[in-house]
């Protein structure tokens, strides 16, 4: 049956706030279309080209992890059957674009316009740093080009758009980045009509690491998601892999080649133009313009306390005094690990067990007095920036106007470890020919071993990256601060307490980073390393935090028994399950503990004994380095499988594990799937398709991170 855009507008919702009530018949067009649109692009024939079976071709390195849907990456074309494995008719698809274009409601014969989305999904920067990276090359095509988050989106317009590229991130357990998550929810709607995205080109490109059971889930479900709303993939998904010796950029650049043939041939370059050279530096995207000196000092910040407003968020961090800073680790333990205490009264901040909070932290001012040296600025300068494209928003996290010691200390990343485009847009500065060359060959991609072993390899920082670079680092202009370093990203910590047991506080437990590299200098971790430096009892200390849903919920029914496998700080949850479920008085409570040693990283051991000895709790300890043989949390989960098995089979037990990320939750799960053969006589893949199903069922959750 042939629809019009109109019709399909019509049955595309306005907003996502009309969710529960909205009916595909009622929903309101997304915007009004006064023309009559012409039928019709999307008539049964492209329909019948651009469905294809759902395992739509990825390309992902061979090595992709554990779902099976990855593909070979030197293959350029598709496999059969992937509606970008057809040969190409660059006329026709041209001719639908200008169809498409007409039917959006631009009036016939109109000049396609060379318009191009770009949205990200990104927790920690990356997708956000590949999109902007394709935003740059889309200028040097001279495209008109967006680079938004998804949920900065109006999705509502998806309709309209006619060239979208996608770059997501996974996070989580195979869940979507927090700055795309209404996005998700919008796009799985039930009643989103089947062709309602058939005027869509687009490309998915994902950023994950196979080390996950669910590798670029997010990548891979959206990527299906469009094609089944009717969406013209442009290539098949890609799958970037953090396991890759050279990062996910193994997958990205090959990927990025043949995305711009593909994009070239419908939108090909207007008359007499050509693409900017890359030796050609492209203008920032903001402006930075000083005040007077003698203009008066913005006051304020996120670190004085504040007037609460409605819940607090990543914009509107609550400012909570810390109360205590106390290590739990003995002081001969290589590990630092804090119990760190906040005091939260009066934000309205509620949470529960298996919630996360929020952490902004701050670069320490040794380092924003290097960095301000090197790059010659005066930190106590102020500051207002101007975007220099129109419909670019300032960004959200920066008061204007601002001093140049609030953006070191509060904004820029400068401890993190610097990806290839700044290295790119710091070649750009370098007068100096040997920096120069090096930084081009940093930002080449056959520089991108050399780059991986200068700083992926030994973890080094932004600013020790700019110290290397002295020549180029203090010519740098001012305005270029934003583009070349990313923003400080807030760290996630899992609440250890419950408000039942402490009203108005958040505890966590929170490991201090610091390990070695070949670099002299230890490195430290920079959240784990602000904090652990801040000492209550020497003043009042201000920390910006809010709470987030974690990825675990304990049983609404509190009679259910929970199983819960917290090796390290991966207890921090678990106690404040445990603290919570206490409170309300019930019993079945069973945690396995692992840490090195008895005598020094037995967290919490006391409060444990005391609930051992009152019946709230049933507690098996694992200390790996107290003997010859490592014992950890699965060797005690197989010593006690009987005790398991009866909590799963007969008590409906829930099973809860957090922790690292690296091999204990693939150990932690073969040991459940023991337990599930030994005692409830499964085969090997009725206990793994077992497993499985009580993680669909949400009877076996788990949070973890590295
Ligand atoms: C949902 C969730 C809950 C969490 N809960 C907790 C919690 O309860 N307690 C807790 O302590 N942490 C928790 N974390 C981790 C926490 O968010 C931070 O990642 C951690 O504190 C480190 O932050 P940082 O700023 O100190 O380190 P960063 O400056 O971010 O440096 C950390 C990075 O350094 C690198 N690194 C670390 N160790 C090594 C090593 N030995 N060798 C090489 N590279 C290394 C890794 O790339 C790592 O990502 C949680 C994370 C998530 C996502
Ligand atoms: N250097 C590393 O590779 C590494 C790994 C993990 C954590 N860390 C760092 O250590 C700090 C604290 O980490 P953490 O809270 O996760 O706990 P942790 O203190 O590192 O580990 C807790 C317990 O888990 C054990 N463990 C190690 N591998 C395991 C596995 N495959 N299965 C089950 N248990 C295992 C550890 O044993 P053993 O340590 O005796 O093996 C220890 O007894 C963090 O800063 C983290 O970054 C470093
Ligand atoms: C806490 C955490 C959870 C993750 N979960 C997954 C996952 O389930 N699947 C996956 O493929 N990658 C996972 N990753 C890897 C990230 O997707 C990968 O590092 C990506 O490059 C991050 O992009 P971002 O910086 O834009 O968020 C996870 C990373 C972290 C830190």
């Given amino acids: 049956m042939k629809t019009t855009h109109q019709e399909r507008a019509e049955a595309w919702p306005s907003t996502f706030r009309t969710r529960s009530t909205e009916k595909t018949s009622s929903a309101r067009p997304c915007r009004k279309i006064s023309k009559v649109a012409k039928p019709n692009h999307c008539t049964s024939s492209r329909r019948e080209n651009s469905i294809v079976p759902a395992a739509a071709g990825t390309w992902a390195l061979p090595r992709g992890g554990g779902d099976g849907d990855s593909g070979d990456p030197r293959r350029l074309s598709p496999p059969r059957g992937s509606p970008a494995a057809r040969p190409d008719d660059v006329q026709e698809r041209?001719?639908?674009?200008?169809?498409?274009?007409?039917?959006?409601?631009?009036?016939?014969?109109?000049?396609?316009?060379?318009?191009?989305?770009?949205?990200?999904?990104?927790?920690?920067?990356?997708?956000?740093?590949?999109?902007?990276?394709?935003?740059?090359?889309?200028?040097?095509?001279?495209?008109?080009?967006?680079?938004?988050?998804?949920?900065?989106?109006?999705?509502?317009?998806?309709?309209?758009?006619?060239?979208?590229?996608?770059?997501?991130?996974?996070?989580?357990?195979?869940?979507?980045?927090?700055?795309?998550?209404?996005?998700?929810?919008?796009?799985?709607?039930?009643?989103?009509?089947?062709?309602?995205?058939?005027?869509?080109?687009?490309?998915?490109?994902?950023?994950?690491?196979?080390?996950?059971?669910?590798?670029?889930?997010?990548?891979?479900?959206?990527?299906?998601r469009v094609l089944q709303l009717g969406g013209n993939p442009l290539l098949p998904v890609a799958l970037g892999d953090d396991q890759h010796d050279l990062g996910p950029d193994a997958v990205i650049d090959p990927w990025l080649l043949a995305l711009w043939d593909k994009i070239l041939a419908l939108y090909p370059l207007p008359p007499g133009l050509e693409i900017i050279s890359p030796d050609v530096r492209l203008p920032p995207k903001y402006t930075l313009h000083y005040l007077d000196e003698d203009s008066p000092h913005p006051n304020g910040g996120p670190l004085q306390p504040t007037v609460p407003r409605a819940v607090a968020s990543e914009l509107h961090p609550f400012t909570a005094r810390m109360v205590s800073n106390h290590r739990v680790t003995a002081e001969s333990h290589f590990q630092d690990v804090r119990l760190i205490e906040f005091d939260v009264t009066g934000s309205g901040i509620t949470f529960s067990a298996g919630d996360v909070v929020m952490i902004r932290p701050q670069n320490c001012p040794e380092d924003v007095e290097q960095f301000c040296q090197l790059l010659r600025l005066d930190p106590d300068r102020c500051f207002v920036l101007k975007p220099t494209e129109p419909g670019t928003s300032l960004p959200a996290l920066l008061p204007q106007p601002c001093t140049i010691r609030y953006l070191v200390t509060h904004y820029l990343d400068i401890s993190c470890v610097p990806r290839r485009s700044f290295f790119e847009l710091l070649s750009y500065f370098s007068t100096n020919e040997l920096e120069r060359e090096k930084l081009q060959e940093f930002s080449s991609a056959q520089g991108q071993e050399e780059l991986y072993s200068y700083c992926n390899r030994p973890r080094r920082t932004t600013l020790e990256a700019l110290w290397d670079f002295p020549h180029t680092t203090c010519v740098v202009p001012p305005d270029y601060l934003l583009d070349l370093i990313p923003r400080i990203r807030p760290r996630a910590f899992s609440i250890a307490s419950s408000l039942l047991a402490h009203p108005d506080r958040i505890q966590i437990l929170m490991a201090v980073v610091r390990y070695k590299t070949r670099l002299s200098k230890p490195r430290r971790g920079l959240c784990s390393t602000w904090l652990a430096s801040l000492n209550p009892e020497q003043g009042d200390v201000r920390v910006p935090l809010w709470v987030k849903k974690g990825g675990m919920k304990f049983p609404a029914d509190p009679d259910t028994p929970v199983i819960m496998i917290g090796p390290g700080t991966g207890v921090a949850p678990f106690r404040a399950a445990i603290q919570e479920r206490v409170a309300q008085g019930h019993r079945g409570n069973c945690l396995f503990f692992g840490c090195?040693?008895?005598?020094?990283?037995?967290?919490?051991?006391?409060?444990?004994?005391?609930?051992?000895?009152?019946?709230?709790?049933?507690?098996?300890?694992?200390?790996?380095?107290?003997q010859e043989e490592k014992v950890y949390v699965q060797h005690r989960i197989r010593e006690n499988q009987r005790l398991v098995w009866e909590l799963l089979s007969s008590g409906n037990a829930h099973i809860y594990l957090a922790g690292n990320a690296k091999q204990m939750p693939a150990a932690v799960a073969e040991a459940l799937q023991s337990v599930l053969q030994l005692e409830g006589g499964l085969s090997p893949p009725e206990a793994e398709e077992h497993l499985r199903a009580l993680e669909r069922s949400q009877r076996f959750q788990s949070e973890t991170w590295s």
Avoid at 123 to 139: C, L, P, S, V
């Fill in 94 to 224: 041209r001719r639908q674009l200008v169809t498409k274009a007409e039917a959006a409601g631009w009036g016939r014969g109109t000049m396609v316009e060379r318009k191009l989305l770009i949205l990200f999904g990104s927790q920690t920067g990356t997708a956000q740093d590949t999109a902007e990276r394709i935003g740059r090359e889309a200028k040097r095509r001279h495209f008109q080009c967006r680079v938004e988050a998804l949920d900065s989106y109006e999705v509502a317009n998806l309709i309209n758009e006619l060239l979208v590229v996608f770059v997501c991130a996974t996070t989580g357990q195979g869940d979507p980045p927090d700055n795309m998550k209404t996005f998700w929810r919008f796009l799985f709607r039930k009643n989103l009509p089947p062709g309602s995205l058939c005027q869509l080109d687009y490309a998915v490109l994902g950023l994950g690491d196979s080390s996950y059971p669910k590798f670029n889930f997010v990548a891979k479900k959206l990527h299906k």
């Fill in 596 to 626: 090195c040693q008895k005598s020094k990283d037995f967290y919490c051991q006391a409060e444990w004994e005391e609930l051992v000895t009152k019946g709230f709790l049933t507690l098996f300890t694992a200390f790996s380095r107290d």
